[in-house]
């Protein structure tokens, strides 16, 4: 009986084993996601060669090439212009299923098991992912329909991932040290997208449908673990709600008493326009919805970038372009980490995307030096990345735990889906937006896009910006003047 009411009352700031498990389960199931998205992206140079007549006409020794069908069998497309924009188009069909996705899945993430949710869409993003990059190369099956009718299947899979992560966290871990938390554990992202680069960059040398092959496999293996070992909320296994204690202190032992009994009767899930007209929700969506263009930009088209400009082997620049993911990591870390120091989450994604101004034009320039451009894809990861990791996570969890929902587990994935899937909207016209710019103009005024959303990005947190400043000022003026009362006030005041 004692062990039972020490796993029971653990407390305010004490966590057990099952919150490590927890944090770990979510954090590796969600690098998985994004390792499998990264394979995509690291071998877009590779496909678009494939997509190419093996010969050009003009090139009189094809001539003797023969039979053409075997030397030309891949073809899709005459130029690479046409290659490049099928490419972007698929980047936006699967964001547009994954941002339609993740409304529903949010909805479904707070009615069912969140366990059942994240396994059903990682097996079925694994099934898609094999018939998209591998069945196509071992049967010969070069069909524009098959390529986009899987990748909006998988978009529409990978959408079950980041709500119900979120949804997991936010049961578990509780608000106050949130910020280190969650900036700790949005790393995910970065380090999923790192673990895919390095995935492909090995493998790739055998054909590309053997990193789709492999980023599968281990996709699906992830997903086993994650259906036996996750245990989606603390109230499954008999343990308080971890912000039970700060939804009333004057409650205190009524919420003691009831932690030892069965719940009666529990909240009913909310619906999506009470969740959407929730304080700070629209402001949040639209603000990640510029912010997760610039954002998924990088995640899509750096290695491509880095293999046109600088002539790289795409190995390579698979290999350079995790910089920009550790540069993330560290900007998450370190800004979730500031914003619970300063209690004020708008103040912190101010500062980081002003910063990402000079760095983006900075690294828009940047020579062909392979230490620079790690150096500076880095920096700008830090602020970018930084930034959206901590909207996506930190402030998502945040949103969806608050007001008239505090207490009620079943919205924060609805939330979460809100806010991830407005912001994929827009990752979905960025992927539109690049490769037309670039093939217009340059990869110089893809980068001036780049500024011109992170300029609107802070535009849209403004408001709250100036009230979340005005407010610090205050505190930090009232705290000086305590700091420097004269000893002869506190005699005077007794």
């Known amino acids: 009986m004692s062990n039972e009411l020490v796993f029971k009352t653990y407390g305010k700031n004490k966590f057990t084993h099952f919150h490590l498990s927890t944090f770990i389960l979510t954090f590796v199931s969600y690098s998985l996601f994004h390792a499998s998205r990264k394979t995509f992206s690291n071998v877009k140079a590779t496909i678009s060669e494939e997509w190419m007549p093996s010969c050009d006409a003009s090139n009189t020794s094809c001539e003797m090439l023969k039979p053409d069908n075997v030397w030309n069998e891949h073809t899709f497309f005459s130029d690479q212009s046409d290659s490049k924009i099928f490419l972007g188009i698929l980047d936006a069909?699967?964001?547009?299923?994954?941002?339609?996705?993740?409304?529903?899945?949010?909805?479904?993430?707070?009615?069912?098991?969140?366990?059942?949710?994240?396994?059903?869409?990682?097996?079925?993003?694994?099934?898609?992912?094999?018939?998209?990059?591998?069945?196509?190369?071992?049967?010969?099956?070069?069909?524009?329909?098959?390529?986009?009718?899987?990748?909006?299947?998988?978009?529409?899979?990978?959408?079950t991932g980041w709500p119900a992560v979120v949804a997991v966290m936010g049961n578990w871990f509780p608000k106050s040290g949130r910020g280190l938390i969650f900036g700790i554990w949005s790393a995910n992202a970065s380090v999923g997208n790192i673990l895919g680069a390095l995935m492909v960059a090995s493998i790739l040398n055998y054909g590309y449908q053997y990193a789709f092959l492999l980023s599968s496999a281990v996709f699906f293996s992830g997903a086993i673990v994650v259906f036996f070992g996750l245990i989606p909320s603390p109230k499954d296994i008999g343990l308080a709600d971890p912000d039970a204690e700060k939804k009333d202190e004057d409650a205190a032992s009524d919420i003691e008493e009831n932690m030892e009994q069965p719940l009666i009767q529990q909240p009913k899930p909310i619906g999506f326009f009470q969740a959407l007209f929730l304080p700070g929700v629209i402001m949040y969506s639209l603000c990640y919805a510029c912010l997760k263009m610039v954002n998924y930009s990088f995640l899509f088209w750096l290695p491509f970038y880095l293999t046109n400009k600088f002539r790289w082997t795409e190995s390579v620049a698979d290999q350079i372009s995790i910089w920009y993911d550790i540069g993330g990591i560290f900007g998450g870390i370190i800004g979730g980490y500031v914003s619970d120091v300063l209690r004020k989450r708008s103040v912190v994604i101010f500062t980081l995307l002003t910063l990402a101004l000079p760095s983006l034009y900075i690294f828009s320039d940047s020579s062909n030096s392979k230490l620079m451009n790690a150096f500076l894809m880095s920096i700008v990861g830090f602020f970018i990345g930084g930034a959206a990791n901590m909207i996506a996570a930190t402030i998502t969890a945040d949103l969806g735990k608050q007001g008239p929902i505090q207490g009620n587990k079943d919205g924060l994935a609805t939330v979460t889906g809100i806010v991830d899937g407005t912001g994929s909207i827009g990752a979905a016209l960025g992927q539109l937006f690049v490769p037309l710019i670039q093939d217009k103009f340059n990869w110089f005024y893809v980068f001036y896009f780049f500024i011109a959303l992170c300029i609107l990005t802070n535009i849209c947190i403004i408001p709250l910006f100036l009230r979340e400043s005005k407010e610090l000022y205050i505190e930090f003026k009232s705290k000086k003047n305590y700091s420097y009362r004269p000893v002869n006030a506190e005699a005077e005041d007794e």
């Not at 396994?119 to 010969?140: A, K, P």
């Open 93 to 159: 069909t699967f964001l547009a299923a994954y941002s339609i996705g993740l409304f529903i899945s949010g909805i479904l993430g707070d009615r069912f098991d969140l366990r059942l949710v994240l396994f059903v869409g990682m097996t079925l993003s694994s099934i898609c992912m094999f018939f998209f990059g591998v069945l196509t190369e071992w049967l010969s099956i070069y069909n524009k329909l098959w390529y986009l009718t899987f990748w909006i299947l998988n978009g529409l899979a990978q959408s």
